[in-house]
């Protein structure tokens, strides 16, 4: 599986942005995926996570209610709506992909991962 993310960029704080993560090669229905990001000077951190087929969902607390991961199976693509940005939102974000359906919050379970988009938030 090979993974691509986009839709980083700069933006104010309280707005809104949509990555994307696009998948190439087989597999990808069937695998939980997740967003990270790592901040300058941090380390990684999870953000969100969703099962092989959307209907289970997890996301960091400092994220819930504002960000909504999801995925579009027919299309091979994974989704983070970002609402409500704040500054420390501010951090490369990583797609990563598992090679099981169930999902996962520790980095080290997932065996795929994108190059990163960055997003930057304004104050």
């Known amino acids: 599986v090979q993974l691509q993310a986009s839709g980083g960029g700069l933006v104010q704080a309280g707005g809104s942005l949509r990555l994307s993560c696009a998948a190439s090669?087989?597999?990808?229905?069937?695998?939980?995926m997740a967003w990270f990001r790592q901040a300058p000077g941090k380390e990684r951190e999870f953000v969100a996570a969703t099962n092989w087929n959307g209907d289970i969902t997890y996301y960091v607390d400092s994220v819930k209610g504002r960000f909504t991961i999801s995925r579009d199976n027919s299309r091979n693509t994974l989704y983070l709506q970002m609402n409500s940005l704040k500054p420390e939102d501010t951090a490369v974000y990583y797609c990563?992909?598992?090679?099981?359906?169930?999902?996962?919050?520790?980095?080290?379970?997932?065996?795929?991962w994108g190059q990163g988009t960055l997003v930057t938030v304004s104050s």
């Open positions: 990563a992909s598992r090679v099981v359906g169930t999902t996962a919050t520790n980095g080290a379970a997932y065996s795929y």
């Open positions: 090669g087989r597999g990808f229905s069937m695998y939980a």
